[in-house]
T-cell receptor, first 114, second 114 residues
């Protein structure tokens, strides 16, 4: 079956540091890939997505590239801010879209210190 | 900005009792979903719902669970006879279409079964 593996947290960085959160996946076929972010007390918010190989998703300074050859979708940001502190979830779906049949990673808690 | 809302934010119930978790999806959305996250574990897909019927469900979604859209705005998840292992955060999500990917998630209801 499908699975997503992402780096365990918490990840603690200083403000303006470079961020990478690793995500690798196992799936049959060609899934769509997602990053969600969850701020304290809030729901999961779609951060970015990519639907086919070599696509790059980007939003709010975050980027991730769909790498079929390495089955990866690593999240990066060049300069993090305290407000980026949250839990980040990598996910995939082979169900065509929406929020249907998403397979999530365990989440990575990111802490940004001033 | 439109959002998915869920009530209650926290529900405590005794084993064997029935619970109903409520969600109000975004008003023009047509696809609805329930996910759950047991503490310390991954977010797991339960069910998707479209056109007043279940379109997909996972192995977790057994006969103890049911979903309903009782009116034009609410989407509910019922657990008929709760078990200790049903304790989790339950997330509702909705999307306008099945294509495109991602969906919008609510803040979750924390269910505690004692």
């Amino acid at each position: 079956g499908n699975s997503v593996t992402q780096m365990e947290g918490p990840v603690t960085l200083s403000e303006e540091a470079f961020l990478t959160i690793n995500c690798t996946y196992t799936a049959t076929g060609y899934p769509s890939l997602f990053w969600y972010v969850q701020y304290p007390g809030e729901g999961l918010q779609l951060l970015l997505k990519a639907t086919k190989a070599d696509d790059k998703g980007s939003n709010k300074g975050f980027e991730a590239t769909y790498r079929k050859e390495t089955t990866s979708f690593h999240l990066e940001k060049g300069s993090v801010q305290v407000s980026d502190s949250a839990v980040y979830f990598c996910a995939l779906s082979d169900k065509g879209g929406g929020a249907d049949g998403l397979t999530f990673g365990k989440g990575t808690h990111l802490i940004i210190q001033p | 900005e439109p959002e998915v809302t869920q009530t209650p934010s926290h529900q405590v119930t005794q084993m064997g009792q029935e619970v109903i978790l409520r969600c109000v999806p975004i008003s023009n959305h047509l696809y609805f979903y329930w996910y759950r996250q047991i503490l310390g574990q991954k977010v797991e897909f339960l069910v998707s719902f479209y056109n007043n019927e279940i379109s997909e469900k996972s192995e977790i979604f057994d006969d103890q669970f049911s979903v309903e859209r009782p009116d034009g705005s609410n989407f509910t998840l019922k657990i008929r006879s709760t078990k200790l292992e049903d304790s989790a955060m339950y997330f509702c999500a909705s999307s306008e279409a099945r294509e495109g990917g991602g969906g919008y998630f609510g803040p979750g209801t924390r269910l505690t079964v004692t």
